[in-house]
């Protein structure tokens, strides 16, 4: 006896945080036909990214009108409610946000691209952020609840297509040259929520000396290419981590300043550059992105600083380059 009551006590122990937790958080409501709908663990993860639970309530008749959607939206003591309804190409979404005290209505026509679940999930999102946005305004009416924490954090965080990015930080290469600093400029096209094309480019601010008894060499080193990125998890998520892998060309100028007897030399290298990339974004306000980014890259061929043909010093094998990053969405 005494065993089953350390069990059932255990087990509260562990249960009742998460409940207590669950409670704590403001419920949104989804009103759907079948309860497994493929976009719902999407829209799921966008919403508890911002705090919200989830939860999928079955209406006494299908489809459910305006008025059903907006009674069970209040019975569940939900904050919002939404609703999907699909004929063919054609999808129907309502949204009931009780903050404002709006219901919208949207019709979709033909979602065939190729991830339609991410899409018809990040519509409802994007659709209620549009509703919630009215909270902001300083004579907005009140609604039947009071807007919770959390409806600030959704609206802060948003999926964009397009942004640019400006950065800065070191790189070290080993062979003599040694570390460097860069800044750097980057224009990104997002595609789908998680797959995108990044343009960029950086160049040393500064040059780097090599020194040897033939005299010293001044160093500028230019970078410019192309990557993909990739948002494993969350893309509209405050923290958003960044994947991606791409190749750079590099271009190093060199200025010799020579000891009699030899003379002063001017070259150029260049060679390409494949690199993978790791980083982490956290989103400051709806548009704007604070982070840091890692590369490491591979200098194919080596490039050599070279005094009366005698190698120096090389550079690019590898290249570490490390940056703190600032985004901004331009759409």
Do not use: C
Not at 243 to 253: C, E, S
Not at 312 to 330: H, K, M
């Amino acid at each position: 006896m005494m065993d089953r009551l350390a069990i059932v006590l255990a087990v509260l122990f562990v249960i009742r945080p998460a409940l207590a937790a669950n409670e704590g958080r403001p419920k949104i409501i989804a009103v759907l036909e079948h309860a497994n709908d493929g976009f719902l663990p999407r829209l799921q993860g966008e919403l508890r990214s911002s705090g919200f639970d989830l939860v999928v309530v079955s209406p006494p008749r299908w489809p459910p009108t305006r008025q059903e959607i907006e009674r069970l939206t209040r019975d569940e003591g939900a904050i919002a409610g939404i609703s999907l309804i699909q004929a063919g190409t054609v999808v129907e979404m309502w949204v009931v946000d009780r903050v404002t005290s709006k219901t919208v209505y949207r019709e979709v026509i033909g979602v065939t691209d190729d991830h339609p679940e991410d899409s018809i999930a990040l519509r409802f999102v994007e659709t209620l952020r549009a509703t919630l946005m009215e909270v902001e305004q300083p004579r907005s009416p009140e609604g039947e609840v009071a807007a919770p924490p959390e409806v600030q954090v959704l609206l802060t965080r948003t999926t964009s297509r397009f942004a640019v990015s400006l950065g800065g930080g070191a790189g070290y290469s080993t062979g003599g040259i040694g570390t460097t600093g860069h800044i750097g400029l980057s224009l990104v096209g997002m595609y789908s929520p998680r797959f995108g094309l990044v343009l960029d480019g950086s160049l040393t601010p500064g040059r780097a000396k090599v020194e040897g008894t033939e005299g010293q060499a001044s160093i500028g080193l230019f970078l410019v290419g192309a990557s993909l990125r990739f948002v494993p998890i969350a893309p509209s998520g405050r923290v958003r981590f960044l994947l991606g892998g791409g190749a750079w060309v590099g271009v190093m100028t060199m200025a010799g300043e020579a000891v009699a007897p030899y003379v002063n030399k001017r070259a150029t290298s260049t060679s390409v550059l494949p690199h993978l990339d790791v980083g982490v974004l956290f989103s400051v306000t709806r548009r704007v992105s604070l982070g840091t980014n890692l590369s490491a890259a591979i200098s194919a061929p080596s490039i050599g600083v070279v005094f009366a043909d005698r190698q120096v010093a090389t550079w690019g094998r590898p290249l570490w380059l490390g940056s703190l990053v600032i985004e901004t969405t331009l759409d």
